[in-house]
């Protein structure tokens, strides 16, 4: 049977390429690079999209904005409104907002941003392991049924969902698109740093686009892909699961927690999107 | 231009020196006339001042490094000589996988210009990586500053902030996981920083290229191609800046000596070069490949023609200069980053520039980028020597027979012995509290929590890492992910050491970067040093360079490797760092830094140190010593430098490493940490606490039988190398055994509790019990204080 192929866009400064290729082929699908000078008609004959994470040409004005700006991603919104799964992590995430793809409230609307972190009264980059799961009522098809809290790495200097006008904020939250919410170990919404990493408004990690087949995700699930890339302090079960494993080299190499996000892109490639 | 060297005297020709911004001395100049048989050009005299200075040449460290240090062993498939040494790492499906180890200092870059100077440290060390055909998979950054309490403080906390902010900028945008290093702050640093890097790479064995034109040059016509930025004024003379005592007055003279960094360029240039390499590889092409870094196109060409025994001609007018009127001496010898040298079959020459200027786009990434055909390789006839040519057009701006570069100059320099006598007088600690002194020492800058900076680190790009820089000694990595196989490293080199016996200071820097690598299953299998010392000239500070690498290789031969008897632990790379003192004359104390690299037989084996369970042994493997000179509690609590240094003892540290690896393959073992700054205490309060001081479990110890011999102070603070090991309850009999067996010094201490404090009896007067939340808090407190701008500890 052949598999799914997913093109994963280069743009020059990315820098989460292997990673994420190796992430994608242990949720079962082919990933292929698609760099960034190469004819944007080639991404007509893919099942779905990532954009990994980096620093697309070297966060020039805005983290993301000259990326958000090339043919590649005119296409890639065809695509996407086609209905075909589109995942962008960190960079990518900023590159699907600068690019209006999330959470596109009117086609082509560029109506949230990507601010510096702001860390009790500190702005900058930071890197941590932090909890995500999915807010009830969450419309986004790849976090479906990611109710527990799970644990991945966020490693950025502007991630603070910012949205300009109330009427984004109360639109956002009727469409459903506040995919993914920062949380406790235990779950609890989190609005206060640490657990909240970055400031980010109601503690948004991820923000849905059109009509959930766009996430545009700060953390890196592709760095929690296997159970040995858990910290083995990390509290909660994930951690838990992580100790247990330990000593262990095939129960390690089991699916870490950014795998439930990639096999949900994976699942929904492979339906040929929604 | 002619330079009339043969027929000035002193004061015209040290002017004319001085015109070009050479350090060559007079004696220096007069010999390149000598060699050339003429009077030189400036390019020319610009040229030999980048290749004789210390940086290039190691002209005073050269013979001692060869006579000291081991460099061969069964796992090296390239010793020191080239950009970067390579080891053995494993053969999975058939495919013989090796690491690549490179160690570079950018110390006086970083004092007048920290950001910039951190960000191309890292920029020059993963570009020697690379140019062996290698992926840079880690990085780690050994670092000293200045006394945060000193007269220099602000300044020192300053230039800590921005070479972590250029660590990260760098190698945050670069994306290669940064995993750790280690930080020291001490008034010797007042007015030299030390921000050295060491980086780390993944090859196939089969895939791995040289740093010189290949045989197969002789057979076909090879060209010389220059990749990457435009070449401009940028980091002119950086080599002899590098290789001269730091003046801050002339410092700033020096600014234009630090180049500037490119990490987005530099990025779709590890991308096209991976492309290049592959592109050659189908071809049947065997390259030549160097970075540029000291001393420029000229530097990276006469040495890839030397070292493969032919000639090169260059034409200037075609490489991508920046400004056309360029003059000659920069275009040839500029230090501008992010380039690269190739010598390739010329039937693949149009291919490869299609592939940097169509396929990568480097035009389209950074003005004037590119890669140019600037040169093509002259094979000697037999008899004829070799010779380098460069011209500008017409104008022939080098013209020397090629041995007359890459040879050097060698310096023998005078050693004698002015290490401060050492105060005989035991430390006192009857009557203090050693909680309370323990608490202070976790809240030193010394021993507080390192986390407030490695947040600003990308440690988990590429997917590989395992630990992180703060869970164990060692970070470690998988570097095939799917594989069980990991790379452990840790860096360490002790300036307190050093400085009471620089000749323990190297042996003590191998010896705690060995033991943290097993203290997470790894098995040491090479080192990589970079040696930051004072002016060699002066002969006490070169004494104690001598004595340091005497004792690097003492102590590479004393433990040896673990998996192959009889062989030494190789030296495979390194760096020497001459020069660090201020233009008053203090000289740092001496700094050895050693990384040590391990090969983990299987990840599962790594353990964070955090302790795991309530009831599981602790032990202790290593004797007690009652010396506590060289030692942090000295140091910071009594302001004393007192005594001797523990003396190593090879067999017992080999037994302990053997007893560690077992207990750690043998699942005994669950928690492992070695035992060296702030002592015995202090490693069991780093256990306790865990990477984030949010560990919940206490100890309760005895160390009465050891504060008998050693005496209070050095049983709870001595620094004799030791390590702790957390036991599983149901395994302590077995551990027991196996440090038996292998004849290692095991202590059993206590016990892990479910109470969060320590209990520690048998110090003398009552128990100490000092809450976790105590320690905890002094521990994370202090460094958000030394980064927070403007404010002092």
Redesign the interface.
Same mark, same amino acid.
């Given at each position: 049977m052949t598999r799914v192929r997913i093109g994963v866009l280069q743009f020059p400064g990315l820098n989460c390429e292997t990673e994420t290729l190796r992430a994608l082929g242990w949720a079962g699908v082919d990933g292929e690079l698609v760099r960034w000078n190469e004819p944007a008609t080639r991404l007509a004959t893919y099942a779905g999209y990532v954009i990994p994470g980096g620093f697309s040409y070297q966060d020039r004005v805005r983290a993301g904005a000259i990326a958000a700006k090339s043919p590649l991603m005119d296409e890639l919104a065809r695509q996407a409104e086609r209905g075909k799964p589109v995942l962008g992590l960190c960079n990518g995430a900023q590159i699907l907002v600068e690019a209006g793809l999330a959470p596109a409230t009117a086609a082509g609307h560029v109506d949230a941003a990507l601010a510096r972190n702001n860390i009790a009264g500190w702005e900058g980059y930071h890197a941590r392991w932090v909890f995500v799961r999915a807010p009830t009522g969450a419309r986004c098809f790849f976090t479906e049924g990611l109710a527990e809290p799970l644990p991945m790495p966020v490693a950025h200097g502007e991630g603070r969902f910012l949205f300009g006008d109330p009427a984004v904020d109360r639109e956002i939250e009727r469409r459903g698109l506040r995919a993914l919410v920062y949380c406790t170990p235990d779950g609890e919404e989190a609005a206060a740093f640490p657990d909240n990493p970055n400031g980010s408004t109601h503690a948004l990690a991820g923000l849905a686009g059109l009509d959930g087949q766009v996430l545009a995700f700060m953390p890196h699930p592709e760095r929690a892909a296997r159970l040995w890339h858990v910290p083995e302090d990390l509290p909660g079960p994930w951690g838990e699961r992580r100790r247990r494993a330990a000593s262990d080299f095939a129960a390690l190499s089991a699916d870490g927690p950014g795998m439930r996000l990639l096999r949900a892109f994976a699942r929904l490639g492979a339906r040929g999107g929604s | 231009m002619i330079v009339p060297v043969g027929t000035l005297d002193d004061a015209p020709l040290s002017a004319a020196l001085r015109e070009l911004s050479l350090s060559l001395k007079l004696a220096e100049a007069r010999r390149v006339a000598q060699l050339l048989g003429r009077d030189p050009t400036d390019t020319e005299l610009t040229l030999f001042d980048a290749m004789w200075s210390e940086h290039c040449s190691y002209k005073s460290s050269r013979a001692v490094l060869k006579r000291f240090l081991p460099t061969e062993a069964g796992n090296v498939i390239l010793g020191p000589g080239e950009d970067a040494g390579i080891v053995e790492l494993a053969e999975i499906d058939g495919v013989r996988w090796a690491l690549v180890l490179g160690h570079e200092s950018h110390n006086h870059p970083s004092q007048v210009m920290p950001v910039e100077g951190a960000a191309t440290g890292i920029g020059g060390i993963v570009r020697d990586i690379y140019c062996m055909g290698a992926e840079v998979i880690a990085t780690l950054d050994p670092l000293r500053f200045g006394d945060p309490a000193g007269s220099n403080g602000e300044r020192s906390l300053e230039i800590a902030r921005e070479v972590m902010e250029g660590i990260?900028l760098y190698g945050? %945008?670069?994306?290669i996981p940064n995993l750790g290093g280690d930080v020291v702050f001490d008034a010797c640093f007042d007015d030299n920083c030390l921000v050295n890097v060491v980086a780390l790479g993944l090859v196939r064995a089969d895939h791995i290229v040289r740093s010189r034109v290949p045989e197969q040059a002789r057979r076909e016509p090879y060209d010389f191609i220059l990749v990457g930025k435009a070449t401009d004024w940028s980091g002119m003379g950086g080599a002899a800046f590098a290789s001269a005592d730091l003046d801050l007055a002339a410092a700033q003279e020096n600014k234009g000596s630090v180049q500037v960094a490119d990490? #987005?360029l530099k990025?779709?240039l590890a991308l096209a070069n991976a492309a290049m390499l592959e592109l050659a590889r189908r071809n049947d092409a065997p390259i030549g490949f160097k970075d540029l870094g000291a001393g420029g196109i000229a530097c990276v060409s006469s040495e890839l023609a030397a070292a493969g025994e032919v000639g090169i001609e260059l034409d200037l007018s075609l490489a991508n200069l920046a400004e056309p009127a360029l003059p000659s001496r920069v275009a040839a010898c500029s230090e501008t980053q992010e380039r690269f040298g190739l010598a390739v079959p010329a039937r693949i020459t149009d291919q490869l520039l299609r592939l940097y200027n169509q396929?990568y786009?480097l035009p +389209? @990434?950074s003005e004037g980028a590119g890669a140019r055909r600037v040169g093509r390789i002259l094979v000697p006839s037999a008899g004829e020597v070799p010779r380098y040519r460069m011209v500008r057009g017409g104008e022939v701006v080098v013209d020397a027979p090629i041995h007359t570069i890459v040879d050097g100059i060698r310096y023998e320099r005078d050693s004698r012995d002015g290490t401060p006598a050492r105060s005989p007088t035991p430390l006192r600690t009857q009557g203090r509290d050693l909680g309370e002194d323990l608490v202070a020492l976790l809240a030193s800058p010394h021993l507080c929590s390192r986390r407030a900076l #490695?947040?600003?680190?990308? $440690?988990?790009?590429? +997917?590989?890492?395992?630990l992180?820089p703060g869970?164990a000694d060692a970070g470690v990595l %998988?570097p095939l992910?799917?594989a069980?196989v990991g790379v452990a490293v840790s860096c360490d080199g002790n300036p307190r050491i050093a400085r009471v016996d620089p000749y323990l200071g190297g042996a003590c820097a191998v010896i705690e970067a060995a033991r943290n690598v097993a203290c997470v299953g790894g098995v040491p299998a090479a080192i990589t040093d970079c040696l930051n010392y004072g002016n060699p000239e002066v002969p006490e500070v070169f004494h104690t360079f001598v004595a340091g690498v005497r004792g690097i290789g003492d102590a590479c031969r004393g433990l040896g490797r673990m998996d192959a008897p009889g062989e030494p632990l190789p030296v495979v790379s390194g760096n020497v760092s001459f020069y660090n003192q201020s233009a008053h004359g203090a000289a740092i104390d001496p700094s050895p830094i050693v990384c040590c690299v391990g090969i983990v037989p299987? @990840? %599962?084996?790594c353990? $964070?140190l955090?302790l795991?369970a309530a009831g599981d042994g602790l032990y202790r493997l290593g004797a007690f010593a009652p010396q506590l000179g060289g030692s942090l509690y000295a140091r910071w609590i009594e302001a004393s430098w007192v005594g001797d240094v523990p003396p190593p003892d090879y067999a017992a540290i080999r037994a302990e490493i053997a007893t560690v690896l077992d207990a750690l393959r043998d699942?005994l073992a669950?928690a492992v940490h070695d035992v060296s700054e702030g002592g015995t205490l202090a490693a069991l309060a780093e256990m306790a606490l865990?990477?984030?001081s949010?560990?919940r479990l206490g100890a309760h110890v005895d160390l009465a039988p050891f504060a008998g011999t050693a005496g209070a102070g050095a049983a709870a603070f001595g620094e004799a190398g030791a390590f702790l090991v957390e036991v599983q309850a149901a395994g302590t009999a077995a551990f027991e055994r196996l440090a038996a067996q292998h004849g290692a010094q095991c202590a059993h201490l206590g016990e892990v509790v479910a109470q969060p404090q320590l209990h520690v009896d048998g110090l003398g007067g009552p128990p100490l019990r000092v809450p976790l939340a105590r320690l905890a808090q002094a521990r994370e407190r202090t460094m958000p204080r030394l980064l927070a701008r403007g404010v002092l500890a």
């Open positions: - | 990260a945050n %945008a670069l994306g990490p #987005f990025r779709v396929t786009d +389209g @990434i #490695f947040q600003h680190y990308d $440690s988990e790009v590429q +997917g590989r890492t395992v992180r869970e %998988a992910p799917g069980a299987d @990840i %599962a084996r353990r $964070s955090t795991k699942r669950v865990g990477p984030e949010r560990g």
